[in-house]
């Protein structure tokens, strides 16, 4: 018995003692061997494109002939480029409003789904407004393109039983910007309302009691309990919808193809056109890189500005 237990305890590691060289170096192995699909995928699908775009952005190239280092002449291009230009104002003109629409959509809707109705009403209201945001967005637009669609759509008929004559959704600058701010919200706000319906559902119910009984109910709980509550939900719903809308590209390119003329151009659309269509590949890296650029600024003034307008207590 004696023995037995001097034994265990030679087998036991002191405190302070550190373990052997070898088995810190099968631990060593072991987690590299684990990160090392991870690590592999992020280098060959995003650090190496990243770096490549970099690079292909100071020349030209046109898949067909050898690369031609140009310098700063493609940002030089992009800049005296008048559809770039267009293209970056739309893109901006469409985040304001599609941002402020989405977010105001989602969270006057996740506050009506988390009032007082059935826990069996409240998940397929839930299920039902996330759902469009599982579609295909091509798919999506492919459809309300026949629906808005001047001659034959499902819009204009119903507008036509109320006297109201065919309106050119997608061939008049206004009505096409509507069109694809309208599919673009209404199919991506599902997300954005799943985190302000976990944000309003964290809020405790004694805070709304208390404000009651001060006298305190609808409205002016909403602005002055439900908003400053769910602030850190708001930042990151707005964060990561503006980097969203910056980048849209579907809904306009299938729906309208940037028409009519540039109005309903994007960014991405300019991206894409000038790499497939034109194969000016270093333009279109170096309006990628620019794109890039613009989203890194505007997230961090977001969260410059939530340092004033975010409440964490």
Known sequence: MATTTLSTRANVIPRGVKPAPEKKRGNRLLIWVFLAPTVIGLGIFTFIPIIGSIVLAFFRWDIITAPEFVGVDNFVQLAANPTVRVS?????????????????????????????????????????????????????????????????????????????????????????????????????????????????????????EASSIDGATGWRQFRQITIPLISPTMLVASVMAIIGALQIFD??????????????????????????????????????????????????VQFQLSKRFVFYG
Not at 90 to 111: H, K, P, R, S
Not at 141 to 161: D, R
Not at 258 to 284: C, H, K
Request: charged fraction near 10%; glycine fraction near 10%; aromatic fraction near 14%.
């Open 88 to 208: 970056f104002l739309n893109t901006i003109g469409f985040v304001i409003v599609a941002v402020i629409l989405q977010l105001a959509v989602a969270l006057g809707l996740a506050v009506l789904v988390q009032s007082k109705m059935p826990n069996w009403l409240r998940t397929f209201f839930r299920s039902a407004l996330f759902f469009p945001l599982i579609l295909s967005a091509a798919s999506v637009s492919l459809v309300m393109a026949y629906l808005f669609n001047q001659e034959f759509g499902l819009v204009n008929q119903v507008l036509g039983w109320f006297g109201v004559a065919k309106v050119g959704w997608l061939t008049t600058g206004f009505g096409a910007k509507v069109v694809v701010l309208l599919v673009y919200v209404w199919q991506n706000f599902g997300f954005t309302f799943l985190l302000f319906i976990g944000g309003v559902a964290a809020i405790p119910k004694e805070v709304y």
């Open 251 to 300: 809904q306009p390119y299938v729906l309208t193809r940037g028409g009519p003329g540039d109005e309903t151009r994007t960014a991405v659309m300019v991206i894409y056109e000038s790499a497939f269509q034109q194969l000016e590949f270093g333009l279109a890296s170096a309006i990628g890189i620019v794109l890039t650029i613009l989203i890194m600024l505007v997230t961090a």
